[in-house]
């Protein structure tokens, strides 16, 4: 029996990778714009040096990157970088296909869900609600909310508990399989892994369930309740 699903964020409802390769693309080149001298391609490396490093939720981003390449941050370009960053990244978020058509279908079957996120607090509601998925999910659990990252049982056993909802009766959904379905197997919950988002070159995610489709995601939840009910 599935009655409640835990959803990643980023890679898993919306192609976060795609929007932040927009978004890094548009402020190097209002950067550049703004009196940055720097070759385009280089710079665009740079900062995903630093993201690979520091995680690509670091809000600190172009100052690093000014730092180190000027020696000082220059407002005039710090402003110029955060701004093309922001308008690429509201025309770049976008769910996948048939996101929405799956939470709806969930949600007629009375199935409980939250989200779960490493992404700051405010930053995951941003896109949560920026995505209209907010009437999905009541509860949103970050890092900040616990004090730990995937694949630290603490997220996940905050989403149990918000949830009311045992492990055995619960699936995570994520596409990272080091992070989401490694720190949900801890906690004995059944697990789903969103191919589809995958950015790692997985080979084995080690998950119950694979997803080339989010879609797929209700037929396992009615395929599971069924049997269930009949045993």
Do not use: C
């Not at 690429?88 to 769910?95: E, I, S, V």
């Not at 970050?142 to 949830?163: I, M, N």
């Amino acid at each position: 029996m599935i009655r409640a699903v835990i959803f990643d964020i980023d890679n898993t409802l919306t192609d976060f990778m795609r929007m932040k390769r927009a978004a890094v693309d548009s402020a190097v080149d209002a950067m550049i714009g703004a009196g940055l001298k720097a070759e385009k391609a280089a710079m665009i490396e740079k900062i995903f040096d630093i993201y690979w490093k520091d995680g690509v939720e670091d809000q600190k981003i172009f100052d690093k990157v000014l730092l180190k390449e000027l020696g000082r941050i220059d407002y005039k370009i710090l402003a110029a970088g955060i701004l093309g960053y922001r308008r690429a990244k509201a025309g770049a978020m976008a769910l996948y296909p048939r996101v929405e058509m799956t939470l709806i279908e969930l949600t007629r079957m009375g199935v409980k869900m939250a989200a779960l996120s490493d992404a700051p607090r405010l930053e995951a509601w941003l896109r949560i609600v920026g995505l209209g998925l907010h009437h999905f999910f009541e509860h949103v659990v970050t890092a900040q909310d616990v004090g730990a990252l995937k694949p630290s049982p603490e997220p996940f056993r905050k989403a149990l508990e918000l949830l009311e909802s045992p492990p055995k009766e619960t699936l995570m959904v994520g596409d990272w399989a080091e992070r989401d379905i490694a720190g949900a197997k801890r906690l004995h919950i059944r697990t789903g892994w969103a191919k589809y988002g995958d950015t790692h070159e997985t080979l084995e995610s080690g998950a119950e369930f694979v997803l080339e489709d989010i879609h797929q995601l209700v037929d396992i939840v009615r395929a599971e309740n069924l049997r269930q009910a009949a045993t």
